[in-house]
């Protein structure tokens, strides 16, 4: 039989639309597959990248507020923070790095981010311009331009990107997990109907892709509860810091702090232990509740080492004990006996631990690795304050001292206002040299009590203002004057002038005036006898160079004349044998 003459198989109209139906649905469920899949990968590199992202924002705000807080203990205090200054700014810039290769071009989180580089920059300018060792006037500016500084960084720069790029995550991976959501019917739509065909491939395809999703939106679930846990912390942290900023004693940065603490986050007790003076216990100066209360009546104290609260002074590092039950150095305390959870967190300032921030639970396992975080942050800024708290004594001690220096002193001091020269402070000496009462401070001032004019002819107030400034910009003016006394009395003063400590503002200069009328006096009799007794010398040796008594009498009458400056001079002659009187003149 000849194989040409064989019928041959021909698909009918039914079949092949049957075919291609499975071969449109095959290339659907492909196509839909590999849709599901670029979804799947191109929201898995966004999440990691915007997470990345968010995290970055995060450490910048919270270092640069550790930079704030750094900067202004230094400012406090020139001798310390300066190594802390320069490792905040060393990771500040180390994130900036990381950052914004990650940001979109022309996006507002990256104008906001290089305006913070700029205010960074900035920044490091200021603080090159300030010196190692700048004056407390330049400290005290410098405190007031750098706060508005770090409050335009913090608020207009980084808070506000960090809000921007959290908005737009939020959306944009919305947007994704939408898309997915619909890829995901389409998918199943073609899965119900390729189900026909490969029922058990599309079911286990279903199960491992429902699963997936699953974990997904659990993952994402968990990195927002992280995220928000995250900035809710910082956000505590600069509230306390905020709070704490504005107080001036110990007693209340320490209450504030605990308080804070255990009502932000329900903790079971919260409280913070210092040195004593030598250094052998740890006291508790402040805890929370009644509790608190009872134990510093008791007068509470830790000796060095013991417990949890000694490990964390000795190792200088945050200890974290989830379960107390199973750490032997556990101290328990009879009037918290529900505690279950610890965490003891040493308050450092620069290499020095000043004490414990110390923090208990009630339940198992609820203190975890972001409440150290968190309660380290709050450690830091509480140091911070504390130290705030001793530089700002000692300078008050020695404005005391100075204070008493100025009273006391037998000279004549005064503190002056180097914008309009009236005394602000004078003690008794000077006072009493200008013929003054009590009264009359804050209301004239030296300018005032000078003659219209100085010896050399200038204005005494147009002099004055130029003495003042050259104290201002050289640090000193040393210089003699012409005053008048409130009673009339004129004298002449040595005067020594030299910037002091600003008030409400005002420049301000320390002013040492010292009479040296008699000292003058002296110094013109001595210069004029030192010069007649020159001149009589010079005619001495004049009359000795001649040869007659009459050129002796012509020299010595031409002589006085130049000394004298008289036109003309008589020398009367008389002896007891001659009646007649003899004239010799020069003309």
């Not at 190792?315 to 989830?322: N, R, Y």
């Not at 339940?363 to 001793?390: F, H, P």
């Not at 030299?498 to 301000?508: D, L």
Request: overall charge negative.
């Amino acid at each position: 039989m000849n194989t040409r003459d064989l019928p041959r198989w021909r698909p009918s109209f039914l079949q092949m639309f049957g075919i291609a139906i499975l071969l449109l649905i095959a290339f659907g469920f492909t196509f839909l597959m590999f849709r599901e899949y670029s979804l799947w990968r191109n929201s898995t590199e966004f999440f990691n990248d915007q997470a990345e992202i968010l995290i970055t924002l995060s450490n910048i705000q919270r270092h640069t507020n550790l930079l704030f807080a750094y900067t202004m203990s230094w400012l406090s205090d020139p001798t310390t923070g300066q190594e802390q200054i320069e490792r905040q700014r060393a990771f500040l810039s180390s994130q900036m790095r990381v950052l914004l290769p990650l940001l979109p071009p022309g996006s507002e989180v990256l104008e906001k981010m290089s305006a913070f580089q700029a205010e960074l920059e900035a920044y490091d300018d200021y603080m090159l311009s300030l010196g190692v060792s700048p004056s407390l006037s330049k400290r005290l500016q410098a405190r007031h331009d750098l706060q508005e500084q770090f409050r335009r960084m913090d608020e207009e720069l980084v808070k506000r990107a960090y809000d921007i790029q959290e908005r737009n995550f939020v959306l944009e991976f919305s947007a994704l997990l939408q898309q997915q959501t619909t890829s995901r019917l389409l998918l199943l739509a073609s899965g119900i109907v390729f189900i026909l065909v490969i029922s058990t491939s599309g079911f286990l395809y279903l199960r491992i892709e429902r699963n997936t999703f699953l974990l997904r939106k659990s993952q994402l679930r968990e990195l927002e509860t992280a995220l928000a846990n995250r900035t809710r912390a910082l956000q505590l942290a600069a509230e306390v810091s905020q709070h704490i900023s504005a107080l001036r004693d110990q007693a209340s940065i320490v209450h504030e702090v605990v308080e804070q603490l255990k009502n932000a986050f329900n903790y079971y007790h919260a409280h913070i232990y210092l040195w004593d003076p030598n250094q052998e216990n740890l006291v508790m100066v402040g805890g929370t509740g009644e509790v608190g209360k009872t134990l510093l009546e008791r007068g509470h104290r830790i000796p060095r080492g013991k417990g949890l609260v000694g490990r964390a002074t000795t190792t200088g590092q945050a200890v974290l004990v989830p379960d107390t039950s199973l750490d032997p150095d556990w101290l328990p305390n009879p009037l918290l006996p529900e505690t279950r959870a610890e965490i003891a967190v040493p308050i450092v300032v620069g290499e020095r631990v000043l004490g414990v921030l110390d923090v208990q639970n009630d339940q198992v396992g609820s203190l975890n690795e972001l409440d150290v975080l968190l309660i380290s942050t709050v450690a830091d800024q509480v140091g911070i304050a504390l130290e705030n708290i001793r530089a700002t004594e000692e300078v008050q001690n020695l404005l005391n001292d100075y204070q008493q220096l100025i009273e006391y002193s037998p000279v004549a001091i005064a503190i002056l206002d180097a914008e309009n020269g009236v005394f602000v402070q004078a003690n008794p000496p000077m006072l009493e040299l200008f013929e003054l009462g009590p009264e009359a401070i804050g209301t004239i001032g030296p300018i005032a009590l000078s003659p219209e004019y100085q010896p050399d002819g200038r204005p005494s107030a147009e002099a004055a203002r130029e003495r003042i400034q050259q104290a201002l910009q050289e640090g000193t003016a040393q210089f003699e004057w012409i005053h008048c006394s409130a009673g009339g009395r004129e004298f002449r003063a040595e005067i020594r002038l030299t910037p002091a400590p600003s008030r409400a503002g005002r420049p301000m200069l320390s002013a040492v005036i010292t009479d040296i009328t008699a000292r003058y006096e002296a110094e013109q009799e001595t210069r004029r006898r030192a010069e007649l007794q020159a001149a009589l010398n010079r005619i001495g040796q004049a009359i000795v160079n001649t040869t007659t008594t009459e050129a002796a009498i012509q020299v010595a009458a031409r002589e006085l004349g130049r000394e004298l400056g008289k036109k003309r001079v008589y020398i009367q002659l008389q002896s007891p044998n001659v009646s007649s009187v003899g004239e010799i003149g020069r003309s």
